[in-house]
């Protein structure tokens, strides 16, 4: 007993020296102007010392600039409201997030994902809320304050124990975070801060948000079952039976009314009419969707797929909320498309910052000579794209552990590894999907992710004595059996050469600039 006390001890010790050190780290916004001063300086330091590197495109000798000069300083200042407002992830969110507002705040996505979820199967529940928890992920943190409570309540009414529910629609809003089928916020804005990143080597290069599609699709279905697999096999059983007390349902969890089910009606109506605008667009050869040779993946229903998504979330949710009164008139549908960008407060002060660093460590040359010397050095080391890969994974899942924001993390990891590995000859797009994956499988462990205060008062309603500790054990079979199928998966995806999204590759990427 002792031993076991003692383990236990240090399991806890470790979690909470985590704790601490996340806890220590200043804001994100912060770190982004302290990065963006520590950019200024080294690229004086890298001018006095005659740091250079030969340009894997132009042959041309790279040397520093140096930003705290006099033509650097009057830079800083002229340059500065456009870093902010041509920042390439900025005008993308936003304009997602107006659609997805209105659909969210028409109660549209509440209504799918109940839909989902309480009219499942019994045998295929587990499936169902790992799977509606992926795709949740398409309208921020709806996922969270919905269905991880939900599946609590559903497991409890056909006799499950209710935490394994929750863990289950934990991992998959969580754990399969970068995985959906269909287009989010998260996908324009990681694509943004790739280009921005990319464009240190080559400034016509482009990111486009369907890049990783179809690796995310795929992922979506691995995750989902992995995720039921584990619940099923692992969680549930060490749970045991649930032998608490059954408190009365929430009556916000109740069925869909008809005014809920005719609302959907309609949103679907004008999902189809969308689509069928789309296929009138792309069918004939000289659609309106195609460009003049007749191509579809340079067309505007690709490069310009976040105004799809947001025609598509305004027409549904409009359809969905006139149709149950949640929408009565167009004050209402500004202000759910206002409140969403309230939400976004925080991340408007982040990219203010994080724009000036990824400008500065353009201007300086420091990106460009970092990728050239990290990149001989990767090379050199002959490791192979595969371990190579991996050791990225690890390293994103590791920060994870400390860092929440995803595009927080991006923004600082980009503009140093897309670089290095473009000049490696792989793709930005590789990057940015190596990263998503080790991005997410942390997220159900990680005591900074920003909802785990959340996960753990949802448990102690079932689980008084349920803390820190008692969440992360409980995730730990999803983490580990997520990092194991989605690096398996990456290593198919390398082997077969697979395409990451529409005319998308890995391999054989020559800086031309």
Same mark, same amino acid.
């Given at each position: 007993?002792?031993?076991?006390?003692?383990?236990?001890?240090?399991?806890?010790?470790? %979690?909470?020296?985590?704790?601490?050190?996340?806890?220590?780290?200043?804001?994100?916004?912060?770190?982004?102007?302290?990065?963006?001063?520590?950019?200024?300086?080294?690229?004086?330091?890298?001018?006095?010392? $005659?740091?250079?590197?030969?340009?894997?495109?132009?042959?041309?000798?790279?040397?520093?600039?140096?930003?705290?000069?006099?033509?650097?300083?009057?830079? #800083?200042?002229?340059?500065?409201?456009?870093?902010?407002?041509?920042?390439?992830?900025?005008?993308?969110?936003?304009?997602?997030?107006?659609?997805?507002?209105?659909?969210?705040?028409?109660?549209?996505?509440?209504?799918?994902?109940?839909?989902?979820?309480?009219?499942?199967?019994?045998?295929?529940?587990?499936?169902? #809320?790992?799977?509606?928890?992926?795709?949740?992920?398409?309208?921020?943190?709806? +996922?969270?304050?919905?269905?991880?409570? %939900?599946?609590?309540?559903?497991?409890?009414? @056909?006799?499950?124990?209710?935490?394994?529910?929750?863990?289950?629609?934990?991992?998959?809003?969580? $754990?399969?975070? /970068?995985?959906?089928?269909?287009?989010?916020? @998260?996908?324009?804005?990681?694509?943004?801060?790739?280009?921005?990143?990319?464009?240190?080597? =080559?400034?016509?290069?482009?990111?486009?948000?369907?890049?990783?599609?179809?690796?995310?699709?795929?992922?979506?279905?691995?995750?989902?079952?992995?995720?039921?697999?584990?619940?099923?096999?692992?969680?549930?059983?060490?749970?045991?039976?649930?032998?608490?007390?059954?408190?009365?349902?929430? /009556?916000?969890?109740?069925?869909?009314?008809?005014?809920?089910?005719?609302?959907?009606?309609?949103?679907?109506?004008?999902?189809?009419? @969308?689509? #069928?605008?789309?296929?009138?667009?792309?069918?004939?050869?000289?659609?309106?969707?195609?460009?003049?040779?007749?191509?579809?993946?340079?067309?505007?229903?690709?490069? +310009?797929?976040?105004?799809?998504?947001?025609?598509? /979330?305004?027409?549904?949710?409009?359809?969905?909320?006139?149709?149950? +009164?949640?929408?009565?008139?167009?004050?209402?549908?500004?202000?759910?498309?206002?409140?969403?960008?309230?939400?976004?407060?925080?991340?408007?002060?982040? @990219?203010?910052?994080?724009?000036?660093?990824?400008?500065?460590?353009?201007?300086?040359?420091?990106?460009?000579?970092?990728?050239?010397? +990290?990149?001989?050095?990767?090379?050199?080391?002959?490791?192979?794209?595969?371990?190579?890969?991996?050791?990225?994974?690890?390293?994103?899942?590791?920060?994870?552990?400390?860092?929440?924001?995803?595009?927080?993390?991006?923004?600082?990891?980009?503009?140093?590894?897309?670089?290095?590995?473009?000049?490696?000859?792989?793709?930005?797009?590789?990057?940015?999907?190596?990263?998503?994956?080790?991005?997410?499988?942390?997220?159900?462990? /990680?005591?900074?992710?920003?909802?785990?205060?959340?996960?753990?008062?949802?448990?102690?309603?079932? =689980?008084?004595?349920?803390?820190?500790?008692?969440?992360?054990?409980?995730?730990?079979?999803?983490?580990?059996?997520?990092?194991?199928?989605?690096?398996?998966?990456?290593?198919?995806?390398?082997?077969?050469?697979?395409?990451?999204?529409?005319?998308?590759?890995?391999?054989?990427?020559?800086?031309?600039?």
């Amino acid at each position: 007993m002792g031993k076991s006390e003692n383990k236990i001890s240090i399991f806890q010790r470790m %979690l909470n020296r985590t704790e601490r050190i996340g806890n220590a780290l200043p804001h994100p916004a912060t770190l982004f102007a302290i990065f963006a001063l520590t950019a200024l300086i080294f690229s004086t330091i890298g001018h006095y010392l $005659g740091w250079e590197a030969i340009h894997p495109g132009t042959k041309e000798i790279v040397k520093p600039v140096n930003l705290l000069s006099h033509d650097g300083i009057h830079r #800083i200042l002229l340059e500065m409201v456009d870093n902010f407002t041509g920042f390439a992830p900025l005008g993308i969110v936003l304009v997602a997030m107006l659609g997805i507002g209105i659909a969210e705040h028409s109660g549209l996505i509440n209504a799918i994902i109940r839909l989902l979820v309480l009219n499942s199967p019994k045998h295929l529940l587990t499936f169902v #809320i790992v799977f509606t928890g992926i795709l949740s992920n398409v309208a921020s943190d709806v +996922g969270y304050v919905l269905l991880i409570p %939900l599946a609590g309540v559903i497991f409890l009414a @056909v006799g499950r124990h209710p935490i394994a529910g929750m863990a289950a629609a934990f991992a998959g809003v969580s $754990g399969g975070f /970068s995985a959906n089928l269909v287009f989010g916020t @998260v996908d324009p804005l990681l694509a943004g801060l790739s280009q921005e990143a990319a464009r240190i080597l =080559d400034p016509l290069y482009e990111v486009n948000p369907t890049a990783n599609y179809f690796f995310m699709a795929a992922s979506t279905f691995v995750i989902a079952f992995t995720g039921t697999f584990i619940t099923e096999r692992v969680v549930e059983p060490r749970l045991g039976k649930y032998s608490g007390i059954i408190e009365e349902k929430d /009556s916000s969890f109740d069925k869909l009314s008809k005014k809920e089910k005719k609302g959907l009606l309609m949103a679907l109506l004008a999902l189809m009419v @969308v689509t #069928i605008i789309i296929l009138i667009g792309i069918i004939p050869a000289d659609g309106f969707f195609r460009v003049s040779d007749g191509g579809l993946l340079s067309s505007p229903l690709i490069r +310009g797929v976040v105004a799809m998504l947001f025609i598509t /979330s305004c027409a549904m949710g409009l359809a969905y909320g006139f149709a149950t +009164g949640t929408f009565k008139n167009d004050t209402d549908v500004m202000n759910g498309m206002a409140t969403s960008m309230k939400t976004l407060a925080t991340y408007l002060v982040l @990219v203010f910052f994080a724009a000036q660093f990824v400008a500065y460590f353009k201007w300086s040359n420091l990106g460009v000579i970092f990728a050239v010397k +990290g990149a001989n050095v990767l090379m050199s080391a002959d490791i192979g794209l595969i371990p190579l890969m991996i050791l990225f994974i690890l390293l994103a899942a590791a920060i994870n552990m400390l860092m929440g924001s995803a595009s927080a993390k991006w923004a600082i990891l980009a503009p140093i590894f897309i670089p290095m590995f473009m000049i490696m000859g792989y793709t930005p797009e590789l990057s940015q999907v190596v990263y998503r994956i080790g991005d997410s499988v942390t997220n159900v462990i /990680s005591p900074m992710m920003s909802f785990f205060a959340l996960i753990i008062a949802f448990v102690q309603k079932y =689980d008084p004595k349920a803390g820190i500790g008692t969440i992360i054990a409980t995730m730990v079979p999803y983490y580990i059996a997520f990092l194991i199928v989605w690096i398996l998966l990456l290593i198919v995806w390398l082997i077969f050469d697979l395409p990451l999204g529409p005319g998308v590759g890995m391999h054989n990427y020559i800086p031309t600039n």
